[in-house]
């Protein structure tokens, strides 16, 4: 039976690809952000899993625990420390951008990335 | 440990915040905002160089107390050295750039605040922010903590651009976050697999679990870490493929806000690449790449400066080929080339913050960078000129200026390490900078005044033209006595091999 820190590790790596693959190929300027939003998620899903340990106990140290056994259960808490900053940078970094998105529809009524994000030598060659 | 370190970064932070809580109160912002400014470059002259561990949390083998009586099995192994919180480090080098740093802001904030009638809080905040941002990305020895402050900085330069009233602002400032939301889950992806193959996000303490055998260098993670960190850095710095993108930033930005960026740029270009280096170093193939990479950023910066109309935009390029210059120096890895490529770096802030400001002198009179539009600017204001003239042949490496003894060294290092083609190609791309001056000082200075040109303001404001003759005499300074930074960058040089 598969293992859910591989099947973790396998939905953050499709994650990534199906973001790279969206962002990069997609014209649609929303379906872009999207594709954006699930490479962070991927890259974030992928730091949680390395923290991941079987039958692992959360890292907080309560009173009546057994040191020992709490020493040899936790998990790692760093990663999760890491992606919870990371979710953090990523919702704000989203928010951003779709502000830009809503002002650069106003402007020119299409979501087209090929046309609102074209170079200046591109916009003076089509003028 | 030294626990005023955090200043540097606390300072700019509260500042900024204070400013943006005064939006909308002009005199008090720009009252504010010099006052604050010139906390910048005082601040680190007066923090004692060291360590800060946050928290108070230092590795065992520096904390005597905790380390005596300690079982062998942990004074032998890796978690005598460990570092439990994060830590900031600030040497001589870092004293310079952070120098250095405060007073390019506080000139961009000088200027900024007399060529605008109205003071923005919000603008000011996106420049304070953005210096603690970078400041933190300098000091920090752990890469999750450079992570954080490289986005802020690129949040805070995103800001910048949409503060500007330049045309298509907005279509810029979200190319560039597209890539940055792209590249920066790549670098942080990078630092997930060092995490996992270390245990670690402290950079020394990976140094020393490669060192020590816990990790093989030839493991594969560890080359899909590198090369992920590699992009993010390419991203963060604008380097191939992502030059043009850091070029038309600049061009979307106010000149003295165009200032500040590349500042922001070269120090994320120089902290991410001392990091490569000293995680990565034992990579040879990274250290081609890196060197091959450099080389079609100083090719293709400054032989596309050449053609460009747009005055901002040829020297973003030209911004763009002074950093494959430090990109040189680093992939070499020498003491000697470290050391320059040190020395470039802080010869192109200050020497691209001066052009970027002498463009706003142009931009203040006649309202347009397009050089096709402008002419006989020699006669408007000659003061100028000159100094514009100057800094140009400084920027390509004439002596007694400083680009000419870091360019000189850097040459001089590229010899010395059996590397004298790359030594041609900075003399060759020095001369063909020293062109595109002279094009440019003749469009704009001695060519006839075009007809349609008009003259929107009289007289340049007289704190831009102090800022720019301060900041010349500075650029004068090091080239005359190179030694005043060069001694602290080869002792850091040093450290780092």
Known sequence: ?127 | MDSFIPLLVIVPIFCAILLNLCHGKDKLVKLLALIFGITLPITPIFVNYGNHFFGGYSPLFLNSSWATNLPSTITNSILFNFHPAITYVFGGMQQIFIFILGILTFFVIFTSLNESKRASGVYTFLIFMGTAAVTAVFLTDDIFHLYIFFEISVMTQVGIILCSNIQRKHETALKYMFLSNIAAPMLLLGIGLLLGLTGNVNISDIIIAIKTGVVTPDNPVLLMAAALILFGWLYGSGLPPFHSIKSAMYSKATPHAAAILQVFTVFIFVSLGIVIIRIFAFISLLRWIIMIISALAMILGISMAITQHDFKRMIGYLAVGELGYVGLGLAIGTIQSITACLFQAVNEILLTGLLFIGVGTILYKTGTTDTNKLGGMLTENPFVAFIFLLTGFAMAGVPPFNAFQSKLLLIQSALNAGFPELGVLMIILSIVTFMTFVKVFYTVYLKPQPENMKIINKKIPQVTVISMVLLLIVCIMLGLFPNIVTNAFSQFAMGLL
């Not at chain 1, 039976?1 to 690809?17: D, N």
């Not at chain 1, 990069?24 to 939003?37: A, R």
């Not at chain 1, 998990?75 to 992606?83: D, I, K, R």
């Not at chain 1, 989203?94 to 046309?115: D, F």
Request: charge should be negative; charged fraction near 15%.
């Open chain 1, 1 to 127: 039976m598969i293992s859910v820190q591989l099947a973790s590790l396998l939905t953050s790596g499709m994650l990534i690809i199906i973001g790279l693959f969206a962002a990069l190929f997609l014209d649609n300027i929303f379906k872009k952000i999207i594709g954006i939003s699930f490479i962070t998620e991927g890259v974030n899903l992928f730091i949680v899993t390395l923290g991941y340990k079987s039958d692992g106990v959360v890292p907080i140290f309560l009173p009546g625990m057994v040191k020992d056994v709490f020493v040899q259960n936790s998990a790692y808490p760093l990663p999760a420390a890491m992606v919870l900053t990371s979710i953090v940078i990523g919702a704000s970094t989203l928010a951003v951008m779709l502000a830009l998105v809503i002002i650069l529809y106003q402007k020119h009524g299409t979501l087209s990335a090929s046309k609102l994000l074209m170079d200046d030598e591109e916009m003076e060659a089509g003028e």
